[in-house]
Structures are given as structure tokens and as C-alpha cells.
């Protein structure tokens, strides 16, 4: 079923739903089956299988010159996707990139979810490889979300790459999309960044799940400036309870996101991890509960593979 049918059979009430990684090359699927096992008591209609694209490493020939290599660490979206929708009887979301895939290999990979019976995608540029500054889309590939959107959108239509190819059928896919309360980090401005937004919606999008955020706030103004934008599609807050020390440099860092002074304050005063977890999963409840009170459609957990944290913050709201 589309997410967006998940949400108005729900009439109102806020449904839980959660991300996972795709387990590290050389590791099995049963480490995914044990972190979304404990969760299911609290009846996700879907859950999200991020995708990862490849890093590039450089080894030494000896003769001065340093050889490229792609390396995939965790491949397998699409075999996830298919095995979670076939043992527990729930959506799974693939995310799929721009970063990485040509047109034809984002046709190629979507008719295979298809024929899978995989009817929702979560369509994202996805960020620069690390040896790169900026982003750098393949050579026939797509550049912003935007396309990629269209590019499925298309495919809704019966539009394929290949032109000759008349009456084609006509997929299903149901498309979520990133937002970001406090503004993607390459952006000039929130406002461009919500155009851009709206973009992704005029271009067939159907739901929105933004970036964590640990100030609720941030997402109710968000969301105010989305509408008067014209977002008329649903706004799913994404949720990340902080789990480690470490967590008060990296995630400002690495995702753009402000945690809030008392937040960190609590974080700081902490002597263990162990402690360092207690604070992050009440800060997720009291931040869960005050959404919910909003009327949120959905929760989103970003699990990160550790589904502890958010079966403790789930039993509190679900
Ligand atoms: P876009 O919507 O293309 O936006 C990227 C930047 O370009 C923004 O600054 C935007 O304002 C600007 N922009 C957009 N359209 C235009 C336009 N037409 N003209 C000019 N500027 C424009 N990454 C992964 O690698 N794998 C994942 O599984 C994954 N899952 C994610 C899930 C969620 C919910 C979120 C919020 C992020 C996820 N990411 C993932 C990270 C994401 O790929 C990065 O944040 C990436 O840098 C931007 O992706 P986007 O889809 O928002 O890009």
C-alpha cells in the first residue's frame, strides 16, 4: 500500500515508523531481522531501507601512481527491501539516488522494484562521494532530487527512457522526499531551499520526511513556512534520539542540525554513554509526545540499526 493510503486510512492518529542500514558487505540479513524483530509489536506499516553508494579508495602501484577503486560497503537495498515486505507484511521503502546511477540505471533498478511489488521510494540526490567537494551527478545522470522525481514520475505515466516503447506500463510508485527544518547545508536560504521543496512536489512527490531535529520548534515553523509556500502534501518529522558523547560534535557536523543548549548542557554533564543514552531517549519522548499532541501524521525513527533506544521511546508513545 502507498504511504500516502497509510496515512489517510490512520484518520489522524500518528502511526510509528523507522529507518535501517543495509548490513556491512560480508554480514547477513539476520542482523536486520534482529533490529527490526522488537520494534514490530508497535506495528510500522513501513519501514525505510536507506541505500549507500559507492566510496572510491586509492591503493599504491609501487611505481608512484595511486589505482582507483570502487568499493560498495553496504549493497543490497533492493534484496532487503524485498525480504522485509515478504516476513513481516509491511512496505518497505528503498531509498534510491541520484549519486551514482545513470537514467537507465535508475529505470533498470525501479522496474525491479516493481516487479518486486515495491510500491513506494523515497527519492534523494544523495551527498558527494568523500573524495569529492560537491556533489557530481553521473554523466547522464540526474543532478537534483527534483529530477529524479520526475524521472519516476514518469515512469507513473508509462514513460520510459526508451521512446520507441509505447503504451509501457505504468508503475505505481508512491514518492517520498527529504526536507529540512533547518535548511540543507548547501543552501543559500531556508526559503530557496522550501522552493526547492516545493519543486520536488510540483514534479509528482506525494510526502515529505525531514531531517532529524532535536528542537520541535524548528519543525512547527518549518512546516508553517511550507504551507504558506503552497506544501500541501504530508510533512513526516524525523527523530533521532542522541546516544553518545560524541554525538554533540558529529551530528551538527555531519547533518546540519542544531542541538539545543539545555540539550547539550544535560549531554555534557554526563560521565558515561550509558548516561549519555538516558538523556537522548527522554529528550525523544518528550520531543514524540509534544508532536503527536500536534497531530503529526508519523513518527520516523532514524534506528541506525539500534532498535534499544527507539523500543524504549516507542513504548512511551505507541
Ligand atoms: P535535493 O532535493 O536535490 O537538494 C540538494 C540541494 O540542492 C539543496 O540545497 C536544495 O536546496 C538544492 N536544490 C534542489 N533542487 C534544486 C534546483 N532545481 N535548483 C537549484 N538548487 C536545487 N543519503 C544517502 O546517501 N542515502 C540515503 O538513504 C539517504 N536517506 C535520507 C533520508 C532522509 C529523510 C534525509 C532527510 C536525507 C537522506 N539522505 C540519504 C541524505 C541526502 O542524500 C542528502 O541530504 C543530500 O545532500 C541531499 O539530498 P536531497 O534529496 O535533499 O537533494
Redesign the pocket.
Known amino acids: 500500500m502507498k504511504i500516502t493510503e497509510h496515512i489517510e486510512r490512520a484518520a489522524g492518529k500518528t502511526l510509528f515508523s523507522f529507518e535501517i542500514l543495509p548490513p556491512l558487505k560480508g554480514h547477513n540479513i539476520q542482523g536486520i531481522f534482529n533490529g527490526i524483530d522488537p520494534l514490530m509489536e508497535f506495528k510500522p506499516p513501513f519501514i525505510d531501507v536507506?541505500?549507500?553508494?559507492e566510496e572510491y579508495v586509492y591503493h599504491e602501484r609501487g611505481n608512484g601512481l595511486l589505482e582507483k577503486k570502487v568499493v560498495r560497503k553496504r549493497p543490497g537495498t533492493v534484496g532487503i527491501c524485498a525480504a522485509i515486505q515478504s516476513k513481516y507484511k509491511v512496505d518497505a521503502v528503498p531509498?534510491i539516488?541520484c549519486g551514482g546511477f545513470t537514467k537507465e540505471d535508475t529505470e533498470n533498478f525501479l522496474i525491479d522494484l516493481d516487479f518486486l511489488g515495491i510500491h513506494n521510494v523515497?527519492a534523494?540526490?544523495?551527498?558527494a562521494v568523500k573524495s569529492e567537494l560537491y556533489f557530481q551527478p553521473e554523466e547522464d545522470g540526474h543532478r537534483?532530487?527534483?529530477d529524479l522525481v520526475s524521472q519516476v514520475n514518469d515512469m507513473n505515466s508509462g514513460k520510459f527512457l526508451d521512446e520507441a516503447l509505447e503504451n509501457g506500463h505504468r508503475t505505481e510508485f508512491c514518492i517520498g522526499?527529504?526536507g529540512?527544518p533547518e535548511k540543507?547545508m548547501?543552501?543559500p536560504s531556508l526559503e530557496?531551499?522550501i522552493q526547492?521543496l516545493k519543486?520536488?512536489q510540483e514534479r509528482g512527490a506525494q510526502y515529505v520526511?525531514?531531517?532529524m531535529f532535536f528542537d520541535n520548534q524548528k519543525f512547527f515553523a518549518f512546516e508553517e513556512k511550507c504551507r504558506k509556500e503552497g506544501i500541501t502534501i504530508p510533512i513526516i518529522p524525523?527523530l533521532k534520539p542522541v546516544s553518545i558523547t560524541k554525538h554533540l560534535n558529529v551530528i551538527p557536523h555531519r547533518f546540519n542540525v542544531d542541538l539545543p543548549e539545555e540539550l547539550s548542557g544535560e549531554i555534557e554533564k554526563c560521565r558515561s554513554n550509558q548516561e549519555v543514552q538516558e538523556v537522548g531517549v527522554e529528550w525523544c519522548v518528550q520531543q514524540s509526545k509534544e508532536l503527536v499532541a500536534a497531530g503529526v501524521p508519523v513518527l520516523h525513527y532514524y534506528s541506525m540499526g539500534k532498535s534499544k533506544n527507539i523500543k524504549r521511546i516507542a513504548a512511551e508513545i505507541f
Open positions: 536507506t541505500y549507500h553508494r531509498h539516488l523515497m534523494l540526490r544523495g551527498d537534483f532530487a527534483c522526499v527529504a529540512y540543507h548547501e543552501a530557496r531551499d526547492n519543486l520536488k520526511v525531514t531531517q524525523g
